[in-house]
T-cell receptor, first 110, second 112 residues
Framework: DAKTTQPPSMDCAEGRAANLPCNHS???????VYWYRQIHSQGPQYIIH???NNETNEMASLIITEDRKSSTLILPHATLRDTAVYYC???????????FGKGTSLLVTP | GAGVSQTPSNKVTEKGKYVELRCDPISGHTALYWYRQSLGQGPEFLIYFQGTGAADDSGLPNDRFFAVRPEGSVSTLKIQRTERGDSAVYLC??????????FGPGTRLTVL
């Protein structure tokens, strides 16, 4: 599976949109982009995933560039409870192991 | 519905002892995964089950680690002769084959 690159940390003010970037320049045509987050002392929580098109659910939006070499996870109105480590993972649907990397530590401040 | 559950939530043991960690997957999920997370790191893959069989155990660090899933549901991760370096959070996830993985809360193992 392709490798991803994320900034180690980001800050966001409560109520503002949090935009978390991810680079995956070696992504293959059959690989999906997955986002998980991990709140302190909890197991990873699935957020969203996509292949080519932008995706939105009740938690977040995922914007994937046309060349698929990068993506952005958007939390439209960040709350203090969104403080967590966010992981961007690339994986083929025929694959199984998730390669988490170190993720982005997002701090939402009042 | 019920998510993935793991027991115990915390386990403290002494160096050299044997431990078992249990995972109860989401009902109907045939795929089950174990990961290990050391302090400050992301989770790392250990082993993947499809049904009762281990389809890939390439992430197990050595032969002290073993996992079973005899009836294709509950899985047990077994660690023999524990070492201090085995201290970590052990995470379990389940899914339909090739689909999104859902994680349990983890078991924090401390080897003294």
């Amino acid at each position: 599976d392709a490798k991803t690159t994320q900034p180690p940390s980001m800050d966001c003010a409560e109520g503002r949109a949090a935009n978390l970037p991810c680079n995956h320049s070696t992504i293959s045509g059959n690989e999906y982009v997955y986002w998980y987050r991990q709140i302190h002392s909890q197991g990873p929580q699935y957020i969203i995933h996509g292949l080519k098109n932008n995706e939105t659910n009740e938690m977040a939006s995922l914007i994937i560039t046309e060349d698929r070499k990068s993506s952005t996870l958007i939390l439209p109105h960040a709350t203090l409870r969104d403080t967590a480590v966010y992981y961007c993972i690339v994986r083929a649907n025929s694959g199984y192991a998730l390669n988490f990397g170190k993720g982005t530590s997002l701090l939402v401040t009042p | 519905g019920a998510g993935v559950s793991q027991t115990p939530s915390n386990k403290v043991t002494e160096k050299g002892k044997y431990v078992e960690l249990r995972c109860d997957p989401i009902s109907g999920h045939t795929a089950l995964y174990w990961y290990r997370q050391s302090l400050g790191q992301g989770p790392e893959f250990l082993i993947y089950f499809q049904g009762t069989g281990a389809a890939d155990d390439s992430g197990l660090p050595n032969d002290r680690f073993f996992a079973v899933r005899p009836e294709g549901s509950v899985s047990t991760l077994k660690i023999q002769r524990t070492e201090r370096g085995d201290s970590a959070v052990y995470l379990c996830a389940s899914s339909f084959p090739g689909d999104t993985q859902y994680f349990g809360p983890g078991t924090r193992l401390t080897v003294l």
